[in-house]
């Protein structure tokens, strides 16, 4: 199938999609595996500094919608601040430093834990795993 009509199957039906499909999707738009960190698949684009990060949750379906495994990371290099940022969209504030995508992405995931125990010490609303990033929301290619 090629990328364009999976693309849209993706679209149409975004709460069963396979991780090979999703895969095959980014590697179609060019980005290239840069290396695995645990079951973070992490995608790199020749002159783009944004990496694409993606988790396969769940064995082999992946879910775009509804509930995830576990909220969305960004990672992406800063020239002001020389090194790696790691932010989660969906946890307000949430964000790290590294010198590596790496480093940025472990500091991100205590980041995390600790907005987490924060939010639930001080009783306040967990928000639900939302963001998606554009390549999800892409449907005239």
């Known amino acids: 199938m090629n990328r364009r009509k999976l ?7 975004p709460r069963n999609v ?34 694409i990060n993606l988790q396969n949750v769940g064995g082999i379906r ?16 800063s020239d002001e601040d020389e090194g790696y940022i790691a932010d989660i969209p969906d946890l307000k504030h ?17 980041a995390r834990s600790a907005w987490l125990a924060a939010a639930r010490e001080n009783h306040m609303v967990i928000p639900e795993p939302r963001y998606r990033p554009v390549i999800y929301q892409v449907a005239n290619l």
């Open 7 to 13: 693309l849209l199957r993706m679209i149409e039906n």
């Open 62 to 77: 992946f879910t775009l919608r509804g509930r995830m495994k576990d909220y969305h990371i960004n990672i992406f290099y």
């Open 18 to 51: 396979r991780f090979e499909n999703l895969i095959r999707v980014v590697e179609g738009f060019g980005f290239r595996l840069d290396r695995i960190l645990g079951s973070h698949h992490i995608y790199k684009l020749h002159g783009v500094r944004q990496l």
């Open 94 to 110: 949430c964000s790290a430093f590294g010198t590596t995508a790496e480093l940025a992405l472990k500091e991100v995931e205590v």
